[in-house]
């Protein structure tokens, strides 16, 4: 039960260019989302599929990850002295990615309990196993210190240029 990973409440995409009669033509590209949600997991230890395979507080229980947005831009000119009178062209691109070099987080660790653990121990023990003999969520016993840590952030600002030649 809970919004499953992919689950985000809203997004927004604008994208716009326009082309001047001197041969340059600019675009935007912005995009806002919602962050995902975040649940608190464990290991499924009975038949060994590992860290990270159960759920133990109900799927996206535990919030979300911060809102993000970024704002890329592009830019193309077509020389002049190639565009005249042919077929052939040669065109300078300069794309500028998160040009306002967000850093949000886009995933934490969902892990609340993991394997290796110095206290697995207590987790695996028979009074707090659920009756497929996994772990069941008890506040009492201490979690991971990597949970809700963030794992993935998002692209810092990058710029590339090109040349296109169209014949």
Same mark, same amino acid.
């Given at each position: 039960?809970?919004?499953?990973?992919?689950? /985000?409440?809203? =997004?927004? /995409?604008?994208?716009?260019?326009?082309?001047?009669?001197?041969?340059?033509?600019?675009?935007?590209?912005?995009?806002?989302?919602?962050? #995902?949600?975040?649940?608190?997991?464990?290991?499924?230890?009975?038949?060994?599929?590992? %860290? @990270?395979?159960?759920? $133990?507080?109900?799927? @996206?229980?535990?919030?979300?990850?911060?809102?993000?947005?970024?704002? %890329? $831009?592009?830019?193309?000119?077509?020389?002049?002295?190639?565009?005249?009178?042919?077929?052939?062209?040669?065109?300078?691109?300069?794309? +500028?990615?998160?040009?306002?070099?967000?850093?949000?987080? $886009?995933?934490?660790? =969902?892990?609340?309990?993991?394997?290796?653990? %110095?206290?697995?121990?207590?987790?695996?023990?028979?009074?707090?196993? %659920?009756?497929?003999?996994?772990? /069941?969520?008890? +506040?009492?016993?201490? +979690?991971?210190?990597?949970?809700?840590?963030? #794992?993935?952030? =998002?692209?810092?600002?990058?710029?590339?240029?090109? #040349?296109?030649?169209?014949?």
């Amino acid at each position: 039960e809970g919004p499953l990973r992919a689950d /985000k409440p809203y =997004q927004f /995409k604008l994208h716009a260019s326009y082309s001047f009669p001197f041969g340059l033509t600019v675009s935007e590209g912005f995009f806002l989302s919602a962050g #995902i949600p975040i649940s608190a997991q464990g290991p499924e230890i009975v038949n060994g599929y590992g %860290d @990270g395979t159960i759920w $133990l507080k109900s799927r @996206g229980s535990e919030g979300r990850t911060p809102a993000y947005w970024s704002l %890329d $831009l592009h830019a193309d000119y077509a020389l002049p002295f190639f565009s005249k009178g042919g077929s052939k062209r040669l065109n300078i691109i300069v794309d +500028a990615f998160n040009v306002f070099n967000r850093h949000e987080t $886009l995933e934490v660790d =969902q892990d609340y309990v993991y394997e290796g653990m %110095d206290t697995i121990d207590a987790w695996e023990a028979a009074a707090n196993l %659920d009756s497929f003999g996994n772990p /069941k969520f008890n +506040a009492s016993l201490p +979690a991971s210190s990597y949970y809700k840590t963030p #794992i993935l952030f =998002q692209s810092p600002r990058s710029v590339q240029v090109g #040349i296109k030649f169209t014949f």
